[in-house]
């Protein structure tokens, strides 16, 4: 019961699923524009560009927007995006990791900066908890695709680093320059993934109490919601028993 996918199911569960909906497509739709713009607009010969549009698709993004992100960059527009990253602390100690993609970097940091503070935390600097962290390439597959000895089997062959599986599916786990190559070839063999995508895969876990879990949860809750944050990960950890009481307000 760990980090930030768990936090993704509660938001789920609060009924917030449309808003939070809206707000990832035009997220989708940054990264996929910058892609197609720091490589080719093409998705077979930009991994970057690909890994994005998959995304988009898994979260059922439209076609037509998805086309539209991809001319934004043949039109010129995304020049002035920078991929950014912060590191901190929030409450408890936990580490942070904030992923940016701004157009203006003075505005950012100070947002970034300002929601820290507000909610009982501190922004360091690059580097400041990234090594509590690795970052990976993530795949994960439903039970469908297999017994864990066979899906662990062909994870294996295809370079990947680790599976866990469990009554929810199986999560790959491989080095992050690997994940066009490793998702690639687990696809041949089983199929679509669920989702393909990179992580900030915490080493070192921060337990917390209720308290301070309700606090970061809104932490990271008012970091999700900035146009410019893209992905937000964190290091905590908090027992079943705290995550029920959460889940229930």
């Avoid at 600097?125 to 469908?144: N, Q």
Wanted: charged letters at 30%; hydrophobic letters at 40%.
């Amino acid at each position: 019961m760990a980090g930030h996918s768990k936090f993704k199911n509660i938001m789920h569960r609060k009924g917030r699923q449309d808003k939070v909906r809206s707000k990832m497509f035009s997220k989708l739709s940054k990264e996929i524009t910058v892609a197609a713009k720091m490589g080719l607009p093409d998705v077979d010969a930009n991994p970057r560009l690909r890994l994005a549009v998959n995304n988009a698709k898994q979260l059922s993004m439209p076609k037509e927007n998805i086309q539209r992100a991809i001319n934004k960059s043949v039109a010129g527009e995304g020049d002035d995006y920078e991929e950014v990253r912060y590191e901190g602390y929030g409450p408890g100690g936990v580490a942070v990791i904030v992923e940016t993609l701004t157009d203006n970097r003075n505005r950012t940091a100070s947002n970034v900066r300002a929601t820290f503070s507000k909610y009982g935390g501190n922004l360091g600097e690059t580097g400041s908890v990234g090594f509590m962290f690795d970052h990976v390439g993530e795949i994960t597959y439903g039970l469908d695709a297999g017994d864990e000895d066979s899906v662990m089997m062909v994870a294996l062959e295809a370079g990947a680093e680790d599976v866990v599986s469990d009554e929810d599916g199986h999560v790959i786990t491989c080095a992050f320059p690997d994940i066009h190559t490793v998702s690639q070839a687990l696809e041949k063999d089983l199929g679509e993934a669920a989702s393909v995508k990179l992580n900030w895969k915490p080493s070192i876990v921060t337990e917390l109490d209720e308290d301070k879990a309700a606090l970061l949860l809104k932490l990271i809750d008012i970091l999700e919601d900035d146009d410019d944050v893209q992905n937000v990960y964190s290091n905590f950890e908090v027992s079943e028993e705290v995550m029920a009481k959460l889940m229930a307000e």
